[in-house]
């Protein structure tokens, strides 16, 4: 049966698209605007109710019934459980890859996506804020160059979804001010996972729908009080 991903061509998104992707999962995409506010829509609510993108239902779930799930990590660790893929089968190598995967969801994601708010979509300039995550974005760099050089991917010898999970996150790495001429062993994995096919078809899902937030009211959806309103 067919999963349906409600997402959007941000990191978050892409972790999912390339899952689908390298798994070969039949799917429907959803485009969720959130620039326009489509994640506030009660719909998407009732499957997503931190209103982030992505989002899924998979109509064969693990009991044979409909399933929703939101928050990427958590998809990502459903996928690899109902296909058998990208998660170790043995508990050591299973538990690294979870491990790298958090590491994602705690740092990475943040770190990088707070870097990356601070340099370009801040209505101020802020010194110290600029500094503060650009610091943090290149000591993180330095943390996946030092295990890089220990391993082929995150997990060790095989792609997971750690290595899935991580790899949208760094596509923006000019913007998090990050030279990546710095950090070679994490090049050579970046060149890797950006070669893969499956990654690419995962990256030109809803390509075509991206754009720059440029005008008020996607700041405002994004950025603004409509995200910390209580729903």
């Not at 928050?71 to 790298?100: C, M, N």
Request: glycine share 8%.
């Amino acid at each position: 049966m067919t999963i349906q991903i409600y997402s959007w061509p941000t990191p978050n998104g892409h972790k999912i698209h390339i899952m689908l992707e390298e798994c070969k999962l039949p799917y429907d995409v959803h485009a969720v605007d959130i620039g326009a506010g489509d994640q506030f829509k009660p719909e998407f609510l009732a499957i997503s109710p931190n209103n982030k993108i992505p989002a899924i239902v998979d109509p064969d779930g693990p009991d044979g019934r409909p399933i929703s799930l939101f928050e990427s990590g958590a998809i990502l660790i459903y996928l690899a459980g109902k296909t058998g893929q990208f998660l170790p089968k043995d508990d050591r190598g299973k538990f690294v890859a979870l491990e790298w995967l958090m590491f994602q969801m705690a740092h990475v994601g943040p770190m990088l996506g707070q870097a990356h708010h601070f340099r370009r979509y801040a209505p101020q300039q802020i010194e110290y804020a600029i500094n503060r995550y650009t610091n943090e974005a290149r000591r993180l760099y330095g943390v996946m160059d030092h295990r890089l050089g220990e391993s082929r991917y995150f997990a060790g010898d095989s792609y997971t979804i750690a290595d899935i999970a991580i790899f949208p996150w760094t596509r923006s790495h000019k913007t998090q001010g990050v030279d990546l001429a710095d950090f070679p062993n994490f090049t050579r994995w970046f060149e890797e996972i950006s070669a893969r096919p499956a990654v690419q078809r995962g990256l030109k899902v809803l390509e075509d729908k991206r754009r720059e937030i440029t005008d008020e009211k996607a700041r405002e959806n994004l950025f603004g009080a409509t995200q910390y309103l209580r729903r």
